[in-house]
């Protein structure tokens, strides 16, 4: 792996101790690993040819922490577009779940290549995914290049209960920490909804045996919570209380629906709160609290949730809707400003996983950085980095990506992956579903 | 002008006639109008270099109506990100206004031009504006090739005040009908808590004499119906029709508070509404009940608004979070599908403006095209074509932009700008205003 410096950058670092901290500078990078910030120079080819060390002219960058994605289900970019506008349940239960049934290994693992390819283009280093047959998504984050949190779904319905307790012991003991340390295994219980009170707790405790943290869809629709009412007399937050799920590390996503206790709960118990603004939009599903969650000092981070239902997986919009939505609803402009998306897009997003030195740019964090190209008409003048990256920025004015000091993507230009191949198998895969089954699919022909 | 033929493409004609109507083709282009849709074929260069007309491969393109962003200031995009995460007053007056008032005509100037280099790359083929010093933004439009529809902004507070009428009469004498039609001037009364009802009956009966539509901001924000409610015992929708201002064609912006007895004016009067939902979230005014003015039969528009309170003027977003935000906010996902939006964005904006034969692919209308790059992760699988364009595709997937039958982008480079000298000249002006001293500027308020 070759030590890296980018020359005569701007670098947004994230870091805490500095608030509003955008050096220009080197950024150098030995072994993976950042190993500081140094004075602006300039180098030339003459030097470049005489070094161990490659060279990165990044004057025309904005050098920030890669984005860290919370909520996800890679493979359905298969399903992009298949089925929109659709009320919820038409959606998930005659559209979606019907071609889950019928994925294969190959299917999930094109459709996760697809993803991660959109995924580096559009700046992210690190996603979280919570579906079937994952091994084929570990295989895919080992040749991508890509940093991910994984689980296999685990639930009472169709393909996501079938084989769920060997597929996740097959990803623990061959996956976990490998790809040199760039996949983590986690537990993913489906939701309140799909799993029983008895079979949460049986993940609780193997949660507990082989010290995992868990994800799980938290109260995502006012169905789910008048579900749970109906058949518990409790939210789904005061069942996963009552369960104690909460003394373990728990990643929670959506959390739109929430009631005075839950919102108690959870400044108690402190969980990781995934916020998905475009799925939750997209989907009808409503707005969750963020300022309110903010305020209750928990952790929140940013999802794209899968591409059947988004429709894209660019963290950049993300962060966009998130900070316009919470000045929109709440009537002040003031509310999460863009320093705050930016820290669930990155640092706080790294916390939530529990992956450590991820989501800053700072000595001993691991290389794991995106170079933004501020050469752009929609990012001139450069008033304010912060702003201009949350309100302005898109996903592909990222034209470089570093995960753990390799680079994954450089002047616009996927370095590990085949990407007409990926589309074509992905496409291949994907025709199968089209006009098939329940759906009543408009036609575009 | 060359004649063109974009073969083996796919077109989303947004024709009216045909609902869902992608058809794969070749599209035919002469003296700048569109003059037919053909069966897909196959061109070589050799028969390429026996024709007059150019061929363009569009075998990788969906062809669609440029967008028509109705509402904007254009060269706000100096002031982008320079005082975001504010309140309204706070941003307005002290940061805005007093900025203006020191904008010079090369000011205005190369503002336009950097919002026109942005607007062109992502996929804006007819922009609107209401500023001061309207004959620069009249000449970037000419160089650009652009298509505008302007106004002088005529208003009670100071730069907008001052020179006013002299102004749009120089601008309508000089320019009217001008840059072979592409220029077209209306009247531009700023809102109703900055013109006086005598003022707003000045305009009227001006746009009267010379035949002209207006634009004007109405019912932006709580204030803005509040302040007129204390001050005239009317809303600023009910103190326009009392003015006699809908018998003219307005162009209403913003709407985002509207009382039940507003929305039967509107539905009696059926002005242009322009839903601008970027600019209104992000300055905390509100969420316009888009899905209500649908169902009373109005003409509903897309604008970006100025890039001081948007940051951008990518009117893919505009589209995105219309789709998105009406799902959300009224959990309902069959709410505003990507159909409307399209439609927003394109013909109906059309129909606000008042220009004729654009905003759809047909034969006899003029040739306002884009081609958006379909091969792209983020839009694989093409399940869905208007879908796709939606929720998935962002501005820069627009390769190809023609105006009038005349390229102004093609393989993402821009024919009639020097975007490198753009982005220099716009930044040298716009840093004069960083850093300066805020001044506490009184209003007529």
Same mark, same amino acid.
């Given at each position: 792996?070759?030590?890296?410096?980018?020359?005569?950058?701007?670098?947004?670092?994230?870091?805490?101790?500095?608030?509003?901290?955008?050096?220009?500078?080197?950024?150098?990078?030995?072994?993976?690993?950042?190993?500081?910030?140094?004075?602006?120079?300039?180098?030339?080819?003459?030097?470049?040819?005489?070094?161990?060390?490659?060279?990165?002219?990044?004057?025309?960058?904005?050098?920030?922490?890669?984005?860290?994605?919370?909520?996800?289900?890679?493979?359905?970019?298969?399903?992009?577009?298949?089925?929109?506008? =659709? *009320? +919820?349940?038409?959606? %998930?239960?005659?559209?979606? #779940?019907?071609?889950?049934?019928?994925? @294969? &290994?190959?299917?999930?693992?094109?459709?996760?290549?697809?993803?991660?390819?959109?995924?580096?283009?559009?700046?992210?280093?690190?996603?979280?995914?919570?579906?079937?047959?994952?091994?084929?998504?570990?295989?895919?984050?080992?040749?991508?290049?890509?940093?991910?949190?994984?689980?296999?779904?685990?639930?009472?319905?169709?393909?996501?209960?079938?084989?769920?307790?060997?597929?996740?012991?097959?990803?623990?003991?061959?996956?976990?920490?490998?790809?040199?340390?760039?996949?983590?295994?986690?537990?993913?219980?489906?939701?309140?909804?799909?799993?029983?009170?008895?079979?949460?707790?049986?993940?609780?405790?193997?949660?507990?045996?082989?010290? =995992? *943290? +868990?994800?799980?869809? %938290?109260?995502?629709?006012? #169905?789910?919570?008048?579900?749970?009412? @109906? &058949?518990?007399?409790?939210?789904?937050?005061?069942?996963?209380?009552?369960?104690?799920?909460?003394?373990?590390?728990?990643?929670?996503?959506?959390?739109?629906?929430?009631?005075?206790?839950?919102?108690?709960?959870?400044?108690?118990?402190?969980?990781?709160?995934?916020?998905?603004?475009?799925?939750?939009?997209?989907?009808?599903s409503g707005i969750a609290p963020v300022k309110t969650l903010l305020e209750a000092g928990l952790n929140v981070g940013l999802g794209t949730d899968g591409a059947a239902s988004n429709n894209n997986l660019n963290m950049f919009e993300e962060m966009h809707i998130?900070?316009?939505?919470?000045?929109?609803?709440?009537?002040?402009?003031?509310?999460?400003?863009?320093?705050?998306?930016?820290?669930?897009?990155?640092?706080?997003?790294?916390?939530?996983?529990?992956?450590? &030195?991820?989501?800053?740019?700072?000595?001993?964090?691991?290389?794991?950085?995106?170079g933004i190209n501020k050469k752009r008409p929609h990012l001139s003048p450069l008033h304010e980095v912060e702003a201009q990256l949350v309100y302005s920025a898109i996903g592909s004015d990222v034209e470089l990506v570093m995960v753990d000091g390799k680079l994954?993507?450089?002047?616009?230009?996927?370095?590990?992956?085949?990407?007409?191949?990926?589309?074509?198998?992905?496409?291949?895969?994907?025709?199968?579903?089209?006009?098939?089954?329940?759906?009543?699919?408009?036609?575009?022909?």
């Amino acid at each position: 792996m070759p030590d890296f410096i980018i020359y005569n950058t701007t670098i947004l670092s994230m870091d805490e101790g500095k608030p509003h901290n955008v050096i220009q500078g080197n950024l150098h990078i030995k072994d993976g690993i950042i190993t500081g910030i140094a004075p602006p120079s300039l180098y030339n080819s003459t030097e470049n040819n005489k070094r161990e060390t490659a060279l990165i002219d990044g004057s025309n960058f904005i050098i920030m922490p890669g984005l860290v994605n919370c909520h996800g289900h890679a493979a359905m970019s298969l399903f992009r577009g298949i089925a929109d506008d =659709l *009320p +919820l349940h038409e959606w %998930l239960i005659k559209n979606i #779940w019907p071609k889950e049934f019928r994925l @294969k &290994k190959e299917d999930v693992y094109w459709g996760t290549m697809l993803s991660i390819a959109e995924m580096i283009r559009s700046g992210t280093t690190t996603f979280t995914d919570m579906y079937f047959l994952m091994e084929e998504v570990a295989k895919a984050i080992e040749v991508s290049g890509m940093r991910g949190v994984l689980s296999r779904g685990m639930g009472g319905i169709g393909i996501m209960k079938k084989n769920a307790w060997r597929e996740t012991n097959n990803l623990i003991n061959n996956w976990q920490g490998k790809a040199n340390g760039r996949i983590k295994i986690i537990l993913g219980p489906h939701a309140v909804y799909t799993c029983s009170p008895d079979y949460l707790k049986k993940i609780r405790d193997f949660a507990a045996k082989v010290n =995992l *943290p +868990l994800q799980i869809h %938290l109260s995502e629709t006012k #169905w789910e919570v008048d579900h749970s009412m @109906k &058949k518990y007399g409790l939210t789904p937050v005061e069942m996963l209380n009552n369960l104690g799920i909460f003394e373990h590390q728990v990643i929670c996503s959506h959390c739109v629906h929430l009631s005075i206790n839950d919102l108690r709960i959870f400044e108690n118990k402190k969980p990781g709160i995934v916020h998905n603004p475009s799925s939750n939009l997209k989907l009808g599903s409503g707005i969750a609290p963020v300022k309110t969650l903010l305020e209750a000092g928990l952790n929140v981070g940013l999802g794209t949730d899968g591409a059947a239902s988004n429709n894209n997986l660019n963290m950049f919009e993300e962060m966009h809707i998130a900070s316009l939505l919470a000045k929109g609803i709440n009537n002040d402009p003031t509310q999460i400003p863009a320093r705050t998306s930016l820290e669930m897009a990155t640092c706080k997003g790294a916390e939530i996983l529990g992956i450590q &030195k991820i989501g800053r740019i700072k000595e001993g964090y691991r290389a794991d950085i995106i170079g933004i190209n501020k050469k752009r008409p929609h990012l001139s003048p450069l008033h304010e980095v912060e702003a201009q990256l949350v309100y302005s920025a898109i996903g592909s004015d990222v034209e470089l990506v570093m995960v753990d000091g390799k680079l994954l993507m450089n002047k616009g230009e996927l370095l590990t992956l085949d990407e007409e191949r990926i589309m074509h198998e992905a496409e291949k895969r994907a025709f199968r579903f089209k006009h098939k089954g329940i759906t009543n699919l408009k036609t575009s022909e």
